[in-house]
């Protein structure tokens, strides 16, 4: 098992390509990177709310996406992984820092 299995499930089909380069982690992957990257600058900021269901919130579009692709005919498009994507990244470093505070 290689160590690139353990940030995304590396399917091409699922990557973004531009210019010839495609990128290691799936398009909902990097978006999730983006986000908890967002987030931690947001914490840095002082700018995210302190409410702890913000987290949750920000979860959903991508839960409603992923189980939408699970139990349907259904593929998602490289966008809307993206946009998923990114607010469950900035749900996720919420949580992250409300079961672990500073």
Known sequence: MSARW???HGRPDRAITIKGYTTPVCARCLA???GLIA???LELLWIAPSVAI???LLL???AIDGT???L???ESTTARRLLSGFPAGI???MFFRAIAPL
């Open 54 to 56: 913000w987290w949750l």
């Open 6 to 8: 353990m940030l995304c």
């Open 32 to 34: 999730i990177y983006a």
């Open 60 to 62: 959903v579009p991508m």
């Open 72 to 74: 349907f005919e259904y």
């Open 68 to 70: 939408r692709q699970q």
């Open 39 to 41: 987030g931690v600058l």
């Open 91 to 93: 749900g996720l470093c």
